[in-house]
Every structure is written in structure tokens, then in C-alpha cells.
């Protein structure tokens, strides 16, 4: 599924965010320590090999609503954006954590001059943000923020699961740009 907004290609996807190979950078849902912990930072770290945990230990501790950026090391893409997405009940105000996750990782993409940029649905795993409010927080964040790129004109979702996946077609097909 895919949305022309301007120069600018948004597209949901069902898959694994470590099979994009055609993405100059793919985002993580890291956690504080940037290790590689379970889920989306378990799947990176894993395909990226060790080489990506060496090159982000000087870079940690991260606070939420940050992002951060290194190599690809053994993935297909150049580089990895790093966010650290707030744990739903306990990171406050969680929206708007969120919300500067994919802000920060847009705005220090076009800063690196970075053409396509593949995020996974951050918070909505292990730090229980719940799916749809997280969706909705996402894409108007995005939206907010496309104005500003000058660099980045590819912007994709990448959805592990069939139903987020769904979730992401219907609010793309109802966003009025
Ligand atoms: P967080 O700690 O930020 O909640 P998780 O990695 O636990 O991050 O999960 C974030 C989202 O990514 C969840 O919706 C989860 O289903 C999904 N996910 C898990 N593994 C992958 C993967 N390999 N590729 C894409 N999405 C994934």
C-alpha cells in the first residue's frame, strides 16, 4: 500500500525490517543500552552482526524520544537509526516521546542527506504501547514533519504482524494530505 504525498512515496509493508534491502536506513526500536535485547533490536543486531553493538556502546545510555545513527554493518542498508521509544505507563507524556522517536529519526536522516528510511511500529512490543493510538501518533508525527525533508522521499512501514499491517492501510487510504 502506498500513498504519493507530493515527492514523497509513503508505503506500509508486512514484513521484517531486516529484509529492506532496498532502504538506505532502517530504524531500531533499541532500548537505553543500544544492545541487542529481544524483538525488532534482537532481529538487527542479529543480522547486523557484532560489529553494530561495538559501534554503538560509546553512543548509550539514549533517552527516550532520541535517535542516534550508525552503520548497517552486515544488513543490506547503509545505516541504522537507533530510537528509543517510550515504555507505554511509564515514560511520560508517552505521545509525545513517541511522537520525537520519528521526528528525530526523519529530521537526522535528511541531515545525512539519507534518500529512504524503513521504520517498525516503535513502542508497540515489548513497551506495550497500544497498537492503533500508536499508529495514529506515527503518522501524524510524519506528516507533520514531511514539509521539512529535503532529502528523504521514501518513507516505509514495516509491520511484522498481518493485522498491524491492515491497521497501517486503512489510516494511510483515510490520511488527508
Ligand atoms: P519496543 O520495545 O519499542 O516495543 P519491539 O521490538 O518489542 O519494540 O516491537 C516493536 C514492534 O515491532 C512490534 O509491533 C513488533 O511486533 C514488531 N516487530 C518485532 N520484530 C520485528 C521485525 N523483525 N521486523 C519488524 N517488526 C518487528
Same mark, same amino acid.
Given at each position: 500500500?502506498?500513498?504519493?504525498?507530493?515527492?514523497?512515496?509513503?508505503?506500509?509493508?508486512?514484513?521484517?525490517?531486516?529484509?529492506?534491502?532496498?532502504?538506505?536506513?532502517?530504524?531500531?526500536?533499541?532500548?537505553?543500552?543500544?544492545?541487542?535485547?529481544?524483538?525488532?533490536?534482537?532481529?538487527?543486531?542479529?543480522?547486523?552482526?557484532?560489529?553494530?553493538?561495538?559501534?554503538?556502546?560509546?553512543?548509550?545510555?539514549?533517552?527516550?524520544?532520541?535517535?542516534?545513527?550508525?552503520?548497517?554493518?552486515?544488513?543490506?542498508? =547503509?545505516?541504522?537509526?537507533?530510537?528509543?521509544?517510550?515504555?507505554?505507563?511509564?515514560? =511520560?507524556?508517552?505521545?509525545?516521546?513517541?511522537?520525537?522517536?520519528?521526528?528525530?529519526?526523519?529530521?537526522?536522516?535528511?541531515?545525512?542527506?539519507?534518500?529512504?528510511?524503513?521504520?517498525?511500529?516503535?513502542?508497540?512490543?515489548?513497551?506495550?504501547?497500544?497498537?492503533?493510538?500508536?499508529?495514529?501518533?506515527?503518522?501524524?508525527?510524519?506528516?507533520?514533519?514531511?514539509?521539512?525533508? =529535503?532529502?528523504?522521499?521514501?518513507?516505509?512501514?514495516?509491520?511484522?504482524?498481518?493485522?498491524?499491517?491492515?491497521?497501517?492501510?486503512?489510516?494511510?487510504?483515510?490520511? =488527508?494530505?
Amino acid at each position: 500500500m502506498k500513498k504519493q504525498v507530493g515527492e514523497i512515496t509513503m508505503e506500509a509493508v508486512h514484513g521484517d525490517i531486516t529484509s529492506q534491502p532496498d532502504m538506505t536506513a532502517v530504524v531500531n526500536a533499541a532500548n537505553a543500552q543500544l544492545s541487542p535485547g529481544g524483538g525488532v533490536a534482537g532481529a538487527i543486531h542479529r543480522a547486523a552482526g557484532p560489529g553494530l553493538a561495538e559501534e554503538c556502546l560509546p553512543m548509550a545510555p539514549i533517552e527516550p524520544g532520541q535517535a542516534v545513527i550508525s552503520g548497517g554493518h552486515n544488513l543490506p542498508n =547503509k545505516y541504522v537509526i537507533h530510537c528509543l521509544g517510550p515504555v507505554y505507563g511509564k515514560d =511520560k507524556p508517552e505521545n509525545l516521546l513517541l511522537a520525537d522517536c520519528y521526528r528525530n529519526a526523519l529530521r537526522l536522516a535528511d541531515e545525512k542527506e539519507i534518500d529512504s528510511v524503513a521504520f517498525p511500529a516503535i513502542s508497540t512490543g515489548i513497551f506495550g504501547y497500544p497498537f492503533e493510538a500508536a499508529t495514529d501518533i506515527t503518522l501524524q508525527t510524519v506528516q507533520e514533519v514531511l514539509p521539512e525533508l =529535503k532529502f528523504v522521499n521514501h518513507i516505509r512501514f514495516v509491520l511484522f504482524g498481518e493485522e498491524d499491517f491492515e491497521v497501517y492501510v486503512e489510516r494511510l487510504r483515510r490520511l =488527508k494530505i
